[in-house]
């Protein structure tokens, strides 16, 4: 049994129909990449599985229980936690207790809590800003802070939605290494992404939406040389280059 | 007491201050300047009224960021419940104050889950119009006491009654305990889950949410304390004037008190009502002794000017400048070095 | 059925004074998104001024209320340039609680300088006067409030739907930056919106002497019945206002006279929460 099963899933705004029956499954201990063109529906499939947006129709089991229509905090309680797109810091807190917020979810004791936080500081290497105002952070910072926070939890799936948008070659880099590190860790991960390198080199299966419709869901290679995929979102020219490259970039 | 209890089970620097703060209210009626003077007791008695009060608002207002208006209807509640238990019923005040504590919190809830889904102003202007609502209602709900409201008789003075006549002493250890009450609890509540996740909700409520965070239970939780400690206030300024009736306690200005002393103090910090109080109400209570007939309103003319100017050149209130000079003087300490 | 009549015509008529004061409240909440507390105190404002131009230089209401909405034009102009353009950008709340400051100092100003006295206007040209229309009496200056209202009321509709400057204004609240892309001045359209809406209230003000005791708590129950109206019309709606604010006459005069004159406000401020918790965005909100 997956840990994330989404099955025909619809979210309609108004006349926009922003995710078109979508089902499919994440396994445990597997990484998978959500992919797809701007305004695919990917943000949205998010918001319908942490519970914060009610889906038109369809259901989503999570860890073989029903999660259709829970608030977002029973989801989150239940191990599924996401990130945002936009950072949202807790702004007048500062990044030990933004993430002091995560880390009080598997308990109330203030020190233990602590040794959580500290914990996830140091793996999103948040060391030296512990003390600063989550607000004032630079972006990188702010978006490694949405991961700290997310991980504090201690969820059995991280969502994480473009964690590494508008980040520099090296903090990409630093972002695959801490998703392979959660894997190992034991952390099932579905992960939206635009950055083709990261995404064909870090997850197990991609699943592809355009318009609101899943149009593919396989390996990394499969989608890569997947033609609809090609026409609706990569260009041919990317799979030119994965392929020149070796089908995906691995740490260079 | 509760100021040990900290995150590690030390104490803190902050926390030696506080409790030197304590310490020195508790000797302050010992001083000759307070046994001297009526007035300075009933100043200072004002103080920490009034501080307790904006702190218990401060809980929903200023950690959880919830700006609520409608603090009077509750302050109200305690003050009835101890003016009904003396007067109608003839008992002593102190059930009469835990069941208009209990009363305010349920009360408190129960309006404020459906209020709670108005965004903004929409929340504002409800919060208005409760107390506007409870304060007309309490004028014809004749039961207790209408307009006219409920005057106290002569009972046997002393904490069993917890009324005084001749002295202010006993007052103003009964208020300072209250005010410890109040204060102890946002002060380790600043220190607990239940601290981070009031400000979580202040700062996101989707991010809190999507971090596990109820945030409606932690709102609704946030609001009944509040109530609960707001009452007690009430309960306690109807012992102090031996008297209750709706404009004196269920009224828009008194509502205002609770949001503008922590505003002017410090929104969403431990010292700002305290702060805020201790600039305030001697600012009302002197003008109003010392320039008389042609005082009036100096005092809230001067208090709306400074609450102009606080919350356009310094959000954060006093608290705010004090962290600002603090700030520069230790810079210029290290630049010294 | 004559009280019935009657009645329901009272509710009407103060339901436009309502719609009237609620005017310029919900030009600056729908462009601005930002309450005025003062707003009361700019109606008291106007009112002692009317008053002292009648006692003293024997100024009738009618043409006070000119001098009404040019005065408090300049103080909401002012009001904007000291305080509420520094509170943009700041918490919602900021810019409500730095008007309940200015309306705290309004206030005391006026109870400092004028006494708490009540003080009616004698001797106005419509004042007292009434006239009987098939049997209901219908009372001269609140009428002539009413009309002012709905002249008032068009006027601002046609300027902000049918306006070179109404559209700017509507560009402006829609999307601030967009607005500023499009070569708007959004600064000067804020200033401007707040002195209308202030000169609206303004006129009110002015024309309030004629049947109503000036004193300085007179403006705090307006306030809260202008938002009110504005709330419940929905989101700076000024159809939506004058719907919200003849509803609210109605029902504080059925109220008044059926149940109870102390459940006039019962029913006003109730029938708010009724309406916000079935249409959290009010009558014609989103
Ligand atoms: N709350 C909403 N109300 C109305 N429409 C919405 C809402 N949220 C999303 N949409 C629309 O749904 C569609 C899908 O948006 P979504 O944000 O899910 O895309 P996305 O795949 O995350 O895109 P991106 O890669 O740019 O983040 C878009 O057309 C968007 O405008
Ligand atoms: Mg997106």
Redesign the interface.
């Known amino acids: 049994m997956a840990l994330l099963e989404v099955r025909n899933l619809t979210m309609k705004f108004g006349s926009l129909v922003a995710c078109n029956d979508v089902s499919f499954d994440v396994e445990k201990g597997s990484v998978v990449g959500l992919i797809g063109p701007n305004g695919a529906g990917k943000t949205t499939l998010f918001n319908c599985v942490s519970g914060f947006y009610k889906p038109t129709s369809g259901r989503m089991f999570f860890d073989g229980r029903e999660v259709t229509n829970l608030p977002a905090h029973e989801v989150a309680r239940r191990g599924a936690v996401r990130t945002f797109q936009v950072v949202r810091p807790l702004k007048e807190m500062t990044v030990m207790d933004n993430i002091l917020v995560g880390a009080f979810l598997r308990g109330a004791d203030a020190d233990t809590a602590r040794e959580v936080a500290e914990e996830c500081l140091c793996l999103c290497r948040l060391e030296g800003m512990a003390d600063n105002l989550a607000g004032g952070l630079p972006t990188g910072y702010k978006k490694r802070l949405e991961m700290a926070r997310a991980l504090a939890t201690k969820p059995s799936l991280l969502m994480l939605d473009e964690a590494m948008a508008g980040l520099t070659t090296t903090e990409i880099r630093d972002s695959i290494e801490i998703i392979r590190g959660l894997k190992k860790g034991g952390i099932t991960l579905l992960v939206v992404e635009h950055i083709m390198e990261a995404v064909m080199s870090i997850a197990d299966k991609v699943v592809v939406l355009d318009s609101g419709v899943k149009i593919a869901e396989g390996t990394p290679q499969q989608i890569v040389e997947d033609e609809k995929v090609i026409t609706a979102y990569l260009g041919a020219k990317f799979t030119e280059r994965m392929k020149r490259t070796g089908g995906v970039t691995r740490n260079d | 007491m509760v100021t040990a209890m900290t995150?590690?089970g030390k104490r803190t620097k902050r926390d030696l201050f506080w409790l030197g703060l304590l310490a020195l209210f508790a000797v302050i009626p010992l001083t000759p300047w307070f046994t001297r003077s009526t007035f300075a007791q009933h100043v200072m008695i004002q103080v920490l009224l009034y501080a307790s009060m904006a702190q218990a608002w401060n809980i929903l207002g200023g950690y959880c960021g919830q700006?609520s208006f409608g603090h009077s209807v509750f302050f109200g509640i305690g003050a009835y419940g101890t003016a009904m238990a003396v007067v109608k019923f003839g008992l002593i005040p102190w059930p009469g104050i835990l069941a208009g504590a209990v009363i305010a919190a349920v009360v408190a809830v129960a309006i404020s889950y459906?209020c709670f889904?108005?965004?903004?102003?929409?929340f504002?202007?409800?919060t208005?119009?409760?107390v506007?609502?409870f304060n007309?209602?309490f004028?014809?709900w004749y039961w207790v006491g209408g307009a006219l409201g409920l005057d106290y008789g002569f009972t046997q003075p002393g904490w069993k009654n917890f009324v005084w006549y001749q002295t202010k002493d006993c007052c103003f250890y009964g208020v300072l305990l209250l005010f410890i009450l109040v204060f102890g609890i946002v002060r380790w509540i600043e220190?607990?889950?239940f601290g981070?996740?009031l400000?979580?909700v202040?700062?996101?409520q989707?991010?809190?949410?999507?971090?596990?965070?109820?945030?409606t239970r932690v709102k609704l939780s946030a609001m009944a304390l509040s109530a609960f400690l707001a009452a007690l206030c009430g309960a306690f300024f109807a012992q102090y004037n031996y008297r209750v009736d709706p404009p004196m306690v269920m009224s828009?200005d008194m509502s205002?008190k609770f949001?503008?002393i922590t505003?002017l103090g410090g929104l969403?910090t431990f010292y700002g009502p305290l702060l805020g109080a201790a600039l305030l109400i001697p600012l009302q209570e002197y003008t109003r002794a010392y320039l008389g007939g042609?005082?009036?309103?100096?005092d809230?003319?001067i208090?709306?000017?400074?609450?102009?100017i606080v919350?356009?050149?310094q959000?954060k209130g006093i608290m705010g400048i004090l962290d600002r000079v603090y700030v520069r003087f230790k810079r210029s300490r290290e630049g010294g070095k | 059925m004559a009280t019935f009549l009657q009645v329901a015509f009272d509710g009407l008529l103060n339901g436009l004074l309502y719609a009237l004061v609620a005017a310029g409240l919900s030009l600056i909440w729908g462009v601005m998104d930002v309450i005025n507390f003062a707003h009361g105190e700019f109606l008291m404002v106007a009112m002692y001024l009317s008053y002292w131009l009648g006692f003293i230089w024997k100024v009738d209401p009618l043409v006070s209320s000119v001098a009404g909405g040019a005065f408090v034009f300049i103080l909401g102009a002012l009001t904007y340039r000291l305080v509420i353009s520094r509170t943009i950008g700041k918490s919602a709340m900021s810019a409500l609680l730095a008007t309940f400051g200015l309306s705290m100092l309004l206030k005391n100003v006026c109870l400092n300088r004028f006494s708490p006295n009540f003080r009616i206007l004698q001797h106005t040209l419509l004042g007292g006067k009434t006239f009987n229309l098939a049997g209901i009496i219908i009372p001269l200056p609140q009428l002539v409030i009413g009309l002012v209202a709905l002249a008032l009321l068009y006027l601002i509709y046609l300027l902000v739907k049918k306006t070179r400057l109404g559209w700017a204004i509507q560009a402006t609240a829609m999307d601030k930056e967009a607005a500023e892309l499009m070569g708007i001045n959004t600064e000067r359209i804020y200033l401007l919106v707040f002195g209308l809406g202030g000169a609206c209230v303004g006129i009110a003000g002015g024309l309030l002497p004629s049947y109503l005791a000036v004193h300085p708590e007179v403006g705090g129950l307006f306030s809260l019945i202008a938002f009110v109206c504005v709330a419940m019309g929905g989101f700076g709606s000024i159809p939506g206002a004058l719907l919200a604010s003849l509803l609210i006459g109605l029902v504080e005069a059925f109220a008044g006279f059926y149940i109870a004159p102390v459940f006039k406000y019962v029913a006003v401020f109730g029938l708010y929460l009724v309406v916000v918790m079935v249409r959290p965005r009010g009558l014609f909100g989103w």
């Open positions: 995150l590690t700006v459906p889904k108005l965004k903004g102003h929409y504002a202007i409800a208005f119009a409760i506007e609502i007309r209602l004028m014809v220190k607990h889950r981070f996740y400000r979580a202040r700062e996101g989707d991010t809190a949410e999507s971090l596990g965070v109820d945030s828009l205002m949001v503008l505003i969403g042609i005082g009036g309103g100096v809230l003319i208090f709306g000017l400074l609450i102009i919350v356009v050149y959000p």
